[in-house]
Each structure stands twice: as structure tokens, then as C-alpha cells.
């Protein structure tokens, strides 16, 4: 009885050619936007039809790779980029600023108080000790809060001082909350 060895041919395997053509699938992972191309490369060089076929499908447009290269050396291109770099950081922002207001409403419907203290020990107002349950709530949840700044945390804490003063003021009509603000958080 024979056994055979099966070697697996472990060479690299070289990368295709560079072919003549590139499409706008491959202008944008090159780094292209639709509106660059639309600005720096206004007339395709060539159309083929799609590889799959569905009605109301395009021709894909096809742009010569040495007319491409020549065109990324520009000034306008770089610009280009630069700007759409620049944009794409600011809707990274809005969507965390989004993530965050999120947050926000969350933390403060959770926010339930109680308002149920001790026998008097000492001569905080009724309005103090609420402000002493805020800090506390806000003080469990904190850890959420680690990716915000300090403005975002602050705007938190802020909301669940004005929902205390609302629900305080509601349960306790006879008693005015204080002039006092609550502190600040320290940076």
C-alpha cells in the first residue's frame, strides 16, 4: 500500500495587472467622493454594461487609470480631499452629539426621587436633601458618562437638577425650592 504526500503550494500568489479602466467603485476606495468625480472627471472615458444585469441598471462608467493618476496630483484634488475628510469628522460628531442626547434623555427619565429621608438630624432644608439625592443618582450613572465632556456632563447633571426642582416643587407646593444653584462639576 502506497501513501502520498499532498504538498499545498504555499507561493504567493502575484497581484492581477493593472487594468487600463477604473470605475467609480474603485475612485472611491481610492479616496474619490461622488462630487469630486463629478467636478474633476466630468466625462467618463468609456461604459460597459454591468456584470449583473437589473432592469433600470446603468452603464457603469469607466475612467482611464493615467488620466486618474494625473488628476490625483492636482491641487484641486487634494483639496477635495481634504474637505471631504473635514465632513466626513463632522457627521462622526453629530452622530456621538446624537448618541449623547440619547443618553441624556435616558438617564434623566430614570431619574425617579423618592423623597423619602430620615428622621431630621440636622438642619438641611427639604430642598437641600433632594439636592444631596440628585448627586447621588447622577453619581451612579456617571460611569456612562465617560466618552462625554465636561459641558455634556454638566448639561446632564443640569436636567436632573431641573426635573428635581419640577417634581419637588409638585410634591411640595408649600415649600419654595432654594435660590441656591447646585455646584458645578469640577473638571
Known amino acids: 500500500m502506497q501513501r502520498f504526500l499532498m504538498v499545498l503550494d504555499q507561493t504567493p500568489a502575484s497581484a492581477p495587472p493593472p487594468t487600463k479602466y477604473l470605475t467609480t467603485?474603485?475612485?472611491?476606495e481610492r479616496g474619490w467622493t461622488a462630487t469630486m468625480i463629478a467636478?474633476?472627471?466630468p466625462v467618463p472615458d468609456a461604459a460597459r454594461a454591468a456584470y449583473v444585469w437589473v432592469p433600470g441598471?446603468?452603464?457603469v462608467k469607466l475612467y482611464l487609470r493615467a488620466r486618474v493618476e494625473e488628476v490625483?496630483?492636482?491641487d484641486d484634488f487634494l483639496m477635495g480631499q481634504e474637505k471631504a475628510t473635514k465632513a466626513k469628522a463632522r457627521r462622526g460628531s453629530a452622530a456621538r452629539t446624537a448618541q449623547h442626547h440619547?443618553?441624556?434623555?435616558?438617564?434623566?427619565?430614570?431619574?425617579?426621587?423618592?423623597?423619602?429621608?430620615?428622621?431630621r438630624w440636622c438642619q438641611r432644608s427639604d430642598w437641600q436633601l433632594s439636592l444631596v439625592d440628585v448627586q447621588a443618582f447622577y453619581d451612579r450613572w456617571e460611569p456612562k458618562f465617560t466618552d462625554l465632556s465636561h459641558a455634556a456632563r454638566q448639561?446632564?447633571?443640569?436636567?436632573l437638577h431641573e426635573k428635581n426642582r419640577r417634581l419637588f416643587s409638585k410634591r411640595f407646593p408649600e415649600?419654595?425650592?432654594?435660590p441656591q444653584r447646585p455646584k458645578k462639576l469640577g473638571k
Not at 434623555?105 to 428622621?119: L, T
Not at 415649600?175 to 432654594?178: C, R
Open 57 to 59: 441598471n446603468a452603464l
Open 102 to 119: 440619547v443618553l441624556l434623555k435616558r438617564c434623566v427619565q430614570h431619574f425617579r426621587p423618592s423623597y423619602m429621608w430620615p428622621e
Open 39 to 41: 467636478a474633476l472627471l
Open 175 to 178: 415649600v419654595a425650592p432654594g
Open 25 to 28: 467603485y474603485q475612485l472611491k
Open 155 to 159: 448639561r446632564v447633571l443640569d436636567a
Open 72 to 74: 490625483e496630483q492636482s
